[in-house]
Each structure stands twice: as C-alpha cells, then as structure tokens.
C-alpha cells in the first residue's frame, strides 16, 4: 500500500525504534481512539503494551484510529482496520482493548470496531469475535458504552489486565475453544474491577476500582517506541507519583487516582536512565497530577542532572500547583534549557478557588510569577476554567486581572515583554466529584462569558486560546450520560460524527440532528441538577471514595470552605492511605 497519498502517511507505517513484533496464543489490540500522534503520546498505552508484551503466551499490538483520508480508503476498497505492529485485522485479534480518555473520542470507538470488522454492539457479537473491553477515566460512568463494550476495567490496569489474559488463554486453551462468551463473561465479572454489562447490568451490584498499591513493583515501560515523526508530547514521560491529595472539587482525575502513591526516588532515576539511552531523547517529563509536590522533587532533578552531565537533557514538567514552585527547582529545570512553563489558577478569584478548593492567595501567586521571571523564564502558561459553580462576573474580571499581573511582573523584572498565553476551558461536572449534582451553565451564557474574556485579553495583548464551547456541551452531555446516550451516540456516528474533539472535522448539526432523532435535547441534558438526596446512575461504580464525603465536600463549597491537603489530616475519605 502507497501511504503517500494521505496526510502524516508515517503514522501508518508501523516498524519503529522499540516496536516489538511477536506471535502468542492470546492476541490483544491496544485500541486508542484518536490519532497516532495522540495515542502515541499516552502513557497508558505505553504501560500496556509494555506489561503485555512481558508475559510469555501473550502479544500486543497498537490500533489507532485512522484520519479521515485514510478512513475513505479503506471504507472504498473494503480493506479493514489492521494493527502497527502485524497489520493484523482488527477481527483476528482475541481480545480488543479501548483507552477511555476522552468522551469526545466515543464516536471513534464505534467507527474502529466498525472498520475492523466487528459488529459495534455487544448483542451483535457472536461467540467468534473478539472480546472487546474498555479502560481509562472515562470507565467510572460506563453507561453510554455498555451497549458496545463487553467489560469495562475500572482503575489501575497494570494487575488486572494480566488477569483478563489468562482467564482468556484458559478458555481458548480448552479443546472445544469457547464453551461460549457467555461463559467467558462470567468469569471475567468476578474480578475485582471489572464491569460486564451483561451480568452486572441486572443485579447493580457495587464494582471496585483496581487499584496498585506499590508503584515501584508495577512494571513500567523503559525501552518505549520511539515514532518516526513528531507526536503531540515528543518526550520521555516518567510517571513519578500517582493520585493526588489536594482535593479539588471539580477535578475528577484527582478523586478517581487516589489515594497519593510516589515512585521512589532510585526507580524514578533508574526508568529515566534506561529510557534514555534505549530511545536516544532529549527531553524527559516527570508527570503526575501535583508534581510540584512529589516529596523528593528538587532531589530528583538535582540527581538527574547529575547523571546525564556527559548528554544533557532537557527536563519539562507538567502544570505546577501555584505554590509549589521554587527557586531550586526553577534553576535545576533551566540549567540544561528552559522548556515551557505552566501554572493553573483555575479561578480568577479567592471566593471562587475556596469554592473549588483551589487553595492559594493572590500574594502566592505574586510570589510564584517573581520566581518564573527573576529565572528569566520569557514564556509562561496559564490556565483558566469559565462556568464554574457560582461564578459570577467579578470572577471573570479576576482571570484578566490575574492575566495581566503577569504581563506586568514579567515586564517589571525582565525589562522586557514577555509571552503569556492565557488557556479557557468550560466547566464540565464529572461523576465521582463533589461537583457530580451542579448542571453545567447554560450554553449562551458560557459562549458569553468566553467572548467577554476573550475580547478582554486580546484588548490587554495578552495570547487567547479557548475552547469551542459546543465540545463542552457534548463532553458534559456524556459525562454524566445514562443509558439512553447510547442511541444518542450510535445516530451521531451513524450520521457521519468522527474525531469530535478537532475543530477540523466537528460537524455540530450532525449532532443536534442525533439529539433530534433521539429526542435527547443536549442543552437541556448537560445543564441537568442532579438530586443530592437520589441514586446516581454511576453510582455503583465504587471508586473508594465515599458518596457521604462527596457530599460533604459539596455542602462546604456552598459555604466557601476550603478542606487543607489530606496529608495534614485524614478525613475518612474512605480510602486507607498508607501516606
């Protein structure tokens, strides 16, 4: 096949550094919903494919899904979706596996399996096809999937997914093959974290999350494949740290991680040392949801600069917590070459961060941006949230206030302008948040609020980036979607609705022709208050934390209440926390 006549063809190409080929009695397709240049970015999909790859009687191979172009092609000539690795059809795999990271990326998830050859609903699927499961954030509301996928994995895959495979070679072992999936379901329902829909879907019975409790004894990948071309994040990522404490109320990654567990300083090290030399970087990210504060942060930077003294790398780290940063940081990150800089506010005042439990002061944050300049960093990112929970207007004038705060102290310190980009984002309620029951603000009047902030910092010269605010409607319309968002998913799709989380092939009115056909009206549905005192339809998914503590957090954010780090006291979160 001449891949020269689609756009970025090296992405199809498969063969890279790292790239490992092989033959096992149980076959897996890592399945990520979205381009190569995304799902090569992920580190989930690394582990994966790492941790798969390790056990003897098994194989894994990578499926993204293909860009529109390619997407024809194969539609026209009746060629199905294949694998990198041993272009393999997606059919012929035992066990196909989604990553779940993003709502945006269903519609994707549908169009795969549909290219591969595979009927998209499970109640469709015969005995010979594959056995398709889902994992990832998304997982811990699986409802508007269910239809579609198998079994869902909730929480930390790196035990279960070894789990999974050999219940499956057990199976496949036998001399009959499959007595019948409907066998293999059942067994599959009795591992911790696991939801089948087809057995669990009656009784509502509560599924735990997995979750690893040692990060250093979890395998970890330190010979990753290196692309041919550049991927969204081009860089070796070093997971340091897991879960996080600080208890931001809109934040549903730091709810459904926990509890907080740290990679030891020698392993961090160790896996950086390693990767470096099997892929030939020279960049590594020391990721996780607080860097800043991973207890031996300046220590590990201080020792990787050390140890790759005869071939500098570049370290970057992801947002930093606003009062977390300091000046021997700062200077063991530039020492080598300045990489990006960004800070998340999330709220433009201290009325609104006590809401959310963003717990920093305007002197912090002063203190922060001194520290960012007199390091001479020219280029800094912050990051902003509209639509939040009892936001109101003098909240949106906070962000530009706090916007050209550092546009003036960046001037004040370094003589010169420098470059700040100012990123919004729409408020989406999440399941498993204290935020779960708020609506989402009505869509006219978050376009509004955008537009006010928008005109307002360009006015000021200070750089825009914003969300389309119709992609947070949908992502609210599915994250707290039930079971009749299915039907509303399959007429999108069916309608023509792929890669909804790019500007360039988003087609809203296919979707408000889907709410029309389904009688889903979207605005109405993602702006829903949902009863403080009813069952949530997620609510059996336990992610460890108690629906009571939810509940609790909410109520002080109605008053303003902030609830300090957990490592200072423990609040009975229903979580047992060994930090």
Not at 304 to 311: A, G, K, R
């Amino acid at each position: 096949m001449n891949f020269a006549s689609f756009q970025k063809p090296s992405k199809y190409l498969g063969n890279e550094v790292n790239i490992i080929c092989k033959e096992a009695d149980v076959k897996v397709a890592l399945c990520f919903p979205d381009t190569y240049e995304i799902g090569m970015s992920h580190l989930g999909l690394k582990i994966l494919y790492y941790i798969i790859n390790n056990i003897p009687y098994a194989s894994a191979e990578r499926v993204f899904a293909p860009w529109l172009d390619f997407e024809s092609f194969l539609r026209k000539n009746a060629v199905p979706l294949t694998s990198l690795e041993n272009k393999r059809p997606l059919k012929d795999f035992d066990i196909v596996g989604f990553t779940l990271q993003y709502e945006l990326s269903y519609t994707n998830v549908l169009n795969m399996l549909d290219l591969g050859g595979i009927p998209i609903k499970n109640a469709d699927r015969a005995d010979n096809y594959p056995l398709i499961i889902a994992g990832g954030p998304c997982t811990v509301n699986p409802l508007p999937l269910a239809p579609f996928i198998d079994a869902f994995v909730m929480g930390d895959g790196e035990e279960v997914i070894g789990e999974i495979i050999e219940i499956y070679k057990n199976f496949k072992m036998q001399n009959e093959g499959f007595k019948t999936k409907e066998t293999l379901l059942k067994e599959l329902s009795r591992l911790e974290g696991v939801y089948v829909p087809a057995v669990h879907s009656d009784n509502r019975q509560k599924i735990k999350r997995r979750i690893v409790e040692d990060l250093d004894k979890a395998l970890f990948p330190d010979s990753p494949v290196v692309p041919f071309a550049q991927i969204v994040h081009d860089r070796i990522p070093i997971e340091i740290s897991r879960g996080c404490t600080k208890g931001c109320r809109f934040c549903q990654a730091g709810m459904i991680h926990r509890p907080l567990r740290e990679r030891s300083l020698e392993k961090v090290l160790s896996l950086s040392k390693n990767s470096i030399l099997n892929t030939g970087y020279e960049e590594i990210s020391f990721t996780s949801l607080s860097t800043g504060d991973y207890s031996n942060l300046p220590a590990l930077l201080k020792n990787f600069n050390t140890l790759c003294s005869d071939y500098p790398i570049a370290i970057s780290l992801p947002s930093l917590r606003v009062g977390s940063i300091s000046s021997d940081v700062l200077k063991e990150i530039k020492s080598i070459r300045k990489t990006g800089f960004t800070i998340a506010p999330e709220a433009g005042t201290k009325r609104l961060r006590d809401i959310i439990n963003k717990d920093f002061t305007v002197e912090e944050y002063e203190e922060t941006l001194n520290k960012l300049f007199t390091e001479d960093w020219q280029n800094i990112k912050l990051y902003f949230m509209v639509g939040l929970p009892t936001e109101t207007q003098k909240d949106l004038e906070g962000i530009i206030n706090m916007a050209e705060m550092a546009l003036k102290k960046g001037k004040e310190i370094t003589g010169s302008r420098v470059n700040i980009n100012v990123g919004i984002s729409a408020f989406v309620p999440k399941p498993h948040t204290p935020f779960q029951w708020c609506g989402q603000t009505p869509f006219n009047e978050l376009r509004a609020r955008l537009d006010f902030i928008r005109k307002a910092l360009r006015k000021k010269g200070l750089n825009f980036k914003g969300q389309h605010i119709e992609l947070s409607l949908l992502e609210a319309v599915f994250s707290r979607g039930e079971s009749d968002c299915a039907s509303l998913l399959e007429t999108a799709w069916g309608l023509g609705c792929r890669f909804d989380g790019w500007a360039e092939s988003f087609d809203f009115s296919k979707w408000l022709l889907a709410s029309e056909k389904t009688g889903i009206n979207l605005y109405d549905y993602a702006a829903r208050t949902l009863d403080i005192n009813s069952e949530l339809p997620w609510d059996f998914i336990d992610i460890g934390i108690t629906k009571k503590i939810l509940e609790a957090e909410y109520e002080k954010s109605l008053r303003g209440e902030i609830t300090p780090d957990c490592r200072r006291k423990c609040y009975g979160c229903g979580l047992e926390c060994k930090t």
